[in-house]
Nanobody, 129 residues
């Protein structure tokens, strides 16, 4: 499974962006897709995740209510709608898939990024104040 992210860009605080993660294939199955972000000088952290087994989504507390993750199997796409963006949301955003996991906890950054199997190249999001 390979991914291509798009939709990043520059936006003023309070604005919105919609990121897309197009997969080479997005079949039914037991796996999860997560959006991560990495700001300059910081580690990669989970933002939102969707468990493709049951469609349940998980969001980092700091983005809950503002970011919405969704999937469209017909288009092989997982999207991240980001509203009310703030400067602290500036980062490179990546999507990734994981096939071997027991549970998902975005705030704990679990599973850790190194456990993910496939990554896209990332898309830059810049939010100015």
């Amino acid at each position: 499974m390979q991914f291509v992210e798009s939709g990043g860009g520059w936006v003023q605080a309070g604005g919105s962006l919609r990121l897309s993660c197009v997969a080479s294939a997005l079949p039914f199955g037991e796996y999860a897709i997560s959006w991560f972000r990495q700001a300059p000088g910081k580690g990669r952290e989970g933002v939102s995740c969707i468990d493709m087994r049951d469609g349940i989504t998980y969001d980092r507390k700091s983005v809950k209510g503002r970011f919405i993750i969704s999937s469209d199997l017909a288009k092989n796409t997982v999207s991240l709608q980001m509203n009310s963006l703030q400067p602290e949301n500036t980062a490179v955003y990546y999507c990734a898939a994981i096939f071997d996991y027991t549970y998902l906890n975005v705030d704990e950054n679990y599973p850790v990024p190194t456990q993910y199997n496939s990554w896209g190249q990332g898309t830059q999001v810049t939010v100015s104040s």
